[in-house]
Every structure is written in C-alpha cells, then in structure tokens.
C-alpha cells in the first residue's frame, strides 16, 4: 500500500528559493487510497501538500531557477502568452484523439496549467493527472482548479521526477507533453517510463524544438547580426539575444547525450526525425509521426523570431525595419513543402 501523509498543519515545509530543501514532519496522519494503490508504483510514497501530492523522494537537484525562485516570472511570461486550447485542439486533431471518450489523462510538465487547462476544456469526459518538477508551479495550478467547481474533482497533481518509475503500467489512455522533454537530462529514460504507463493503443502527445527548424534560426539570427553591425547596433540587446541563440542551439544538437554544460542548461535538447524513429523503436512504440508545430506555416519564421523575443522579456523592443525584412525574407524565399521540414516547433506524436 502506497502511504499519504497529510501535511497541512501538521507539516511544515521550509521553501528558501531552491523549492522544498526539507520537509520537517511533527506528526502525521495515515491512510490508505485505494485510488493511490492503483496508479501508483510499488514503493512510491507521497506526501500532501495543500492540494497537490509530492514524491517523498523528491529533490530540488536538477530543478533550474526559473522553475523554483523565479517560479512566478515563468508562470506570468509563458501561461497567457499561447493560445495553448489552440495548440491543444491542433494536436489533438493530428492524433485523431475521441474527445468525448472517458480518458485518464497524464500531463507531463504542466507547470501552472496551460496544457492541462486546455485538455479539460478540449476533453469534457477526461481526468487528467498533472505533473511537474515544480511544486510551486504545481500549487499555482492548484489554486486554480480549487477555486473553480467546474473542475474540482478532475485534476490531482503530482510532484516527482519524470527519470523515476513513479506509476503502475498501463493505467493511462493518453499523455500530453507540451515544452517538456528538451528539458529532461536523460529523454530516453524519462519517456521509457511514460511509455510503461500508457495503455496499449493509448498515444503520447509532445510538443518539442526540432534541430533543422532551429538551425534554420541560427542562419537567420547570423542574417540579423550583419544588419545590426552594419547600423552600429552590434553590441545592442537584440544583438545579444541573437548571439545567445546561435549558441544555445550549438549546445543542444546532437542525439540526447549529457556534455559538460548540459545540467546547467534549461533547455537543453533539440530533436530531429531519425532519433525520435530511433527512441519510439526502443520504446517499444508501433510508430511515430512527426507534425510541424502549427497549420499555417506562412509566417512560421517571423512567428518564431516574436516568440523569442516575448520568452526572452523582450517582447516590447524597438526592432529595427531592416531587421523585420530579412526575417520575413526567410519565410518569402522557404516553400511550404519546405517549411513543413523546416519546422522550428514540431508536434510528436508517439503510438503504443
């Protein structure tokens, strides 16, 4: 039997900036969940804090500042900025998901709930299983859920760490991933688990970074630095951030294999076709079938370029004209056969 502790006042937990460094337990109350017995993995305990259960193995190692300390930047920057009950339908549709069937639903790197607030508009008939590396991101998405009556009774939240066997086999119908797998230290692993619990025929849902897409933007980041230089503008903000793209994407090509800079790195993957057929061979999955990241791919580039400049804080830059016409001229010159290759943003769909 799997053993939940219940915190409230009878826990005090101490959050210094790193997350939850400890967990003091004064006294504790026992009981057993059916529901617990049955999803979760022999030997996994959890711990309950507030509205949201918590891996007794959990640590704060491996979890990056803006997920813990700056917990509320990321959630204020990243929450409204996609329309994600667009991006979620989208996917939804290229898996050729029933939405009105009753489905157990396991979201992996909720945060504070975009995804998973989209699935249960998307999905009436749904339960969704949230989880997260953040128990503060987790506790926004919390809060949410509580204060909403339409959705209690519909989400339980789950702090753990994806690399770790935490579920039982074959308990869920389908996994939805949005942002989450680049930045895992070890993809395989952590997927290889998701796998085990999705029910067969059941399929998992990603939306990740692709290498050729991202190469495309080291070209066009290169594009926009001779612009800048040539104006004078070469060590400005912008100039900056196209530098620091161009070596966040050298950092992350390759096949998932940890360098020295890897662990200090939010970001740290980007995936390419041969390795996503490669992994869904090794995890046992019949096939996989990769999208690009949105339908209408007209201004794919210049769609990218904004969004990096919103995730980067800094969405309300002055960008220069000349600059806006080379990155549109990359989506002018790039055909739409080429385009859907060229994806910066693909959506991955994995079938068991």
């Not at 970001?267 to 490669?278: A, H």
């Amino acid at each position: 039997m799997h053993r939940i502790r219940s915190l409230g006042k009878t826990l005090r937990s101490t959050f210094n900036g790193r997350g939850i460094h400890r967990v003091i337990l004064n006294r504790f109350a026992r009981r057993h969940d059916a529901v617990f017995d049955e999803i979760l993995s022999p030997g996994v305990e959890i711990v309950r804090n507030g509205s949201i259960f918590v891996d007794r193995s959990w640590s704060p190692v491996g979890v990056t500042q803006q997920f813990t300390d700056d917990a509320e930047t990321y959630h204020q920057r990243y929450f409204v900025r996609l329309d994600f009950v667009e991006l979620i339908d989208y996917c939804l549709t290229l898996a050729s998901v029933d939405r009105q069937s009753e489905m157990r639903i396991l979201d992996i790197g909720s945060g504070s709930g975009s995804s998973v607030f989209a699935a249960l508009q998307l999905l009436p008939r749904s339960e969704i299983f949230a989880s997260d590396l953040s128990p503060q991101l987790l506790g926004m998405l919390a809060k949410v859920v509580a204060s909403r009556a339409e959705l209690r009774g519909r989400v339980r939240s789950f702090c753990f760490d994806l690399h770790r066997r935490f579920f039982r086999p074959e308990i869920f119908d389908l996994v939805i991933g949005a942002a989450i797998l680049h930045h895992l230290l070890d993809p395989r692993a952590a997927l290889s688990n998701v796998a085990r619990s999705l029910k067969p025929g059941g399929k998992i849902i990603l939306v990740e970074p692709l290498e050729s897409g991202s190469l495309i933007l080291t070209v066009l980041c290169a594009s926009v630095l001779r612009i800048l230089g040539d104006s004078g503008q070469g060590d400005g903000e912008l100039a900056r951030l196209m530098k620091a793209l161009r070596l966040d994407v050298q950092c992350r090509l390759g096949p998932p294999a940890a360098k020295p800079w890897t662990p200090h790195l939010d970001d740290k993957w980007v995936f390419d076709e041969p390795y996503l057929i490669g992994l869904a061979g090794e995890l046992g999955m019949s096939k996989v079938d990769v999208h690009p990241g949105q339908p209408d791919l007209t201004r794919i580039y210049e769609s990218a370029f904004r969004s990096l400049l919103s995730d980067s804080g800094l969405g309300g830059i002055s960008v220069p004209e000349p600059v806006m016409d080379c990155v549109r001229e990359f989506d002018e010159s790039i055909g739409p056969g080429l385009k859907a290759k060229l994806c910066p943003t693909g959506i991955i769909v994995f079938t068991k």
